[in-house]
């Protein structure tokens, strides 16, 4: 019996729906483990089709695609290490989320996911069977048990896997980023070694998906929950980690240690490769945006210019007559010092002409939101128009603040086909505008320096739909209502619980009701990128048209 075993690691970034591509992704990562001598490659979970394929799954032409590639992936593997793969198994009309064992040209085991979550981002019970706890299965004399992600959340199969003689754990896992998931990760694994005595392998894949971004940050860890081997956050990576049998059980030799950047950092690059990945997987490798002197366009257009270079980034200025030459200024200064092209393209004659369209059915009438949110819609527009000739999508750019209390105009600022910031609250805008300025990173298409001018991140927010606008003459101070947002949206706390930390009762009664009402608005927003566990969208899902306020803290 060997005394020793190679596993290679592959955390890498499969496309939903590329079956081929992926397939040729985890071939190329099998060659690699071949040439390293591995005994063993593995990758993540349902890495054949991508992940998350939410409805895609239930097509049963898909799933067979699926099923005869890892039939023939096993035949091309079979001189050489064995691999792991993970992918659809469909039997007897029931649907399950499997993880492959391919050994000497053929399936060599078939585990299949028992707990299956449902909640957050994730909808597994209304996709997948369920299945019985599968028995370890053998590699080069290695007896392996693999729990699928959420199977390593919860006690039971890692405790049966020990039980039934597992030596080890392999945990493929589809887990994507919210803010505070590694060390969530970390101890929930630590959890399972000590309680099970196994070292364990805990492999994550990376990539934008949709409003998700899965973050890597893959490890092992030996018997005690010492950490041997800790792949890096976001990135591609494939290592080879060598096991060796000792007196006490298998443990893994000290590897690859990168640095998990903290949560600053991991927010603005989740942010960048949300974007980048949701427009090359789209097919589109160029942004348009609106850039208006404010703090907002600014940090979408750097989040952009990091992604993709600033060459792709192009940015539009649509002054109106409301717009203030320092707007004009500030917008002109952040292109410059992002080396991005800026146009100039003023909607006073469109708005001339709307308003003089409109003059016989508003006579008698006094000029307000409507005429507002006129000039958001004619910046729509344009925009839009730009996006369709020259192929660019265009990235709109409401903070989760904004978007929350429906302070932004659908069918005009709203417009666009993704939003970098929409999981971002206003006051993290202005700290991650700062972060950026001060830190530079190799990943970053942009130049380093303060891209973003300062003069736009000190000044007042406003929309400049009239004169001297203010945010503040609509909303709350931002700090003040982002505590209350949160509390409301994140936190689900009660009216009563959030005036009892010193807010006012009326103020917290009307971002209430803010909320409710604009998420009809929302439901129709572009998507955006997941970082926090209320993301609006699969996170939190309430009724468009709904009656009930919070009662609570009336008497308080």
């Known amino acids: 019996m060997a005394d020793t075993f190679r596993l290679t690691l592959a955390q890498l970034n499969p496309v939903v729906g590329d079956i081929a591509g992926n397939i040729a992704k985890a071939r190329a990562a099998w060659d690699e483990g071949r040439a390293a001598g591995a005994d063993m490659v593995a990758l993540t979970e349902m890495f054949v089709t991508g992940y998350q394929t939410q409805d895609l799954i239930l097509k049963p032409a898909f799933v067979r695609d699926a099923?005869?590639?890892?039939?023939?992936?096993?035949?091309?593997?079979?001189?050489?290490?064995?691999?792991?793969?993970?992918?659809?198994?469909?039997?007897?009309?029931?649907?399950?989320?499997?993880?492959?064992?391919?050994?000497?040209?053929?399936v060599s085991a078939r585990v299949l996911k028992h707990h299956l979550p449902n909640d957050g981002v994730f909808d597994e019970k209304r996709l997948f069977t369920p299945a019985d706890v599968h028995?370890?299965?053998?590699?080069?004399?290695?007896r392996i048990g693999t729990p699928i992600c959420e199977d390593s959340w919860h006690p039971d199969v890692a405790e049966t896997l020990a039980e039934t003689g597992a030596e080890i754990l392999l945990v493929p896992n589809g887990s994507p980023y919210h803010r505070g998931k590694p060390d969530l990760r970390l101890n929930l694994m630590v959890a399972r070694v000590v309680e099970t005595g196994l070292p364990l392998v805990y492999l994550n894949m990376t990539g934008g998906q949709d409003d998700q971004v899965f973050d890597g940050c893959s490890m092992v860890l030996n018997a005690g929950g010492h950490l041997a081997v800790q792949m890096p956050q976001f990135e591609d990576c494939i290592t080879h980690v060598d096991f060796t049998r000792t007196p006490d059980g298998w443990q893994a030799a000290r590897g690859l240690m990168a640095d998990i950047p903290p949560v600053a950092e991991a927010d603005y690059r989740a942010m960048t490769i949300g974007l980048r990945d949701y427009l090359g997987k789209s097919g589109f490798s160029k942004v348009v945006l609106g850039l208006s002197g404010g703090i907002d366009s600014a940090l979408v257009a750097t989040i952009a210019a990091d992604a993709l270079g600033p060459e792709n980034v192009h940015c539009v200025m649509l002054p109106s007559r409301f717009t203030s030459q320092g707007s004009l200024d500030d917008a002109a200064d952040c292109a410059r010092r992002l080396g991005c092209r800026l146009d100039t393209l003023p909607i006073t004659g469109p708005q001339d002409a709307v308003g003089?369209?409109?003059?016989?059915?508003?006579?008698?009438?006094?000029?307000?939101?409507?005429?507002?949110?006129?000039?958001?819609?004619?910046?729509?527009?344009?925009?839009?128009?730009?996006?369709?000739?020259?192929?660019?999508?265009?990235?709109?750019?409401?903070?989760?603040?904004?978007?929350?209390?429906?302070?932004?105009?659908?069918?005009?600022?709203?417009?666009?086909?993704?939003?970098?910031?929409?999981?971002?609250?206003?006051?993290?805008?202005?700290?991650?505008?700062?972060?950026?300025?001060?830190?530079?990173?190799?990943?970053?298409?942009?130049?380093?320096?303060?891209?973003?001018?300062?003069?736009?991140?000190?000044?007042?927010?406003?929309?400049?739909?009239?004169?001297?606008?203010?945010?503040?003459?609509?909303?709350?101070?931002?700090?003040?209502?982002?505590?209350?947002?949160?509390?409301?949206?994140?936190?689900?706390?009660?009216?009563?619980?959030?005036?009892?930390?010193?807010?006012?009762?009326?103020?917290?009664?009307?971002?209430?009701?803010?909320?409710?009402?604009?998420?009809?608005?929302?439901?129709?927003?572009?998507?955006?990128?997941?970082?926090?566990?209320?993301?609006?969208?699969?996170?939190?899902?309430?009724?468009?048209?709904?009656?009930?306020?919070?009662?609570?803290?009336a008497q308080g």
């Not at 992936?73 to 649907?95: E, N, R, T």
């Open 356 to 553: 003089t369209a409109l003059a016989p059915l508003f006579a008698g009438t006094q000029p307000g939101i409507t005429e507002e949110n006129i000039q958001s819609r004619l910046r729509g527009l344009l925009l839009m128009a730009l996006s369709n000739k020259f192929g660019a999508m265009l990235l709109t750019t409401g903070n989760k603040s904004e978007v929350a209390v429906g302070y932004c105009t659908i069918y005009g600022d709203m417009n666009g086909g993704f939003n970098p910031i929409k999981d971002l609250w206003k006051t993290r805008v202005f700290d991650t505008c700062r972060w950026r300025n001060a830190h530079h990173r190799p990943w970053m298409k942009a130049p380093r320096g303060e891209v973003i001018p300062p003069a736009i991140i000190d000044k007042p927010p406003s929309a400049e739909l009239r004169d001297n606008q203010k945010d503040e003459d609509s909303l709350p101070p931002y700090p003040v209502l982002d505590a209350i947002l949160e509390g409301l949206v994140e936190k689900e706390l009660s009216v009563a619980e959030i005036v009892a930390q010193g807010h006012d009762l009326a103020t917290v009664k009307r971002v209430e009701g803010l909320l409710y009402t604009s998420e009809w608005k929302r439901f129709q927003s572009a998507p955006g990128v997941r970082l926090t566990q209320k993301a609006f969208w699969l996170d939190r899902r309430y009724p468009m048209v709904m009656r009930w306020r919070d009662g609570s803290g």
């Open 67 to 106: 099923m005869a590639a890892v039939e023939s992936l096993a035949a091309a593997c079979a001189d050489g290490p064995a691999l792991g793969i993970g992918g659809p198994w469909s039997d007897g009309g029931a649907l399950y989320n499997a993880w492959y064992v391919l050994q000497h040209g053929k």
């Open 135 to 142: 028995g370890p299965y053998v590699v080069n004399g290695l």
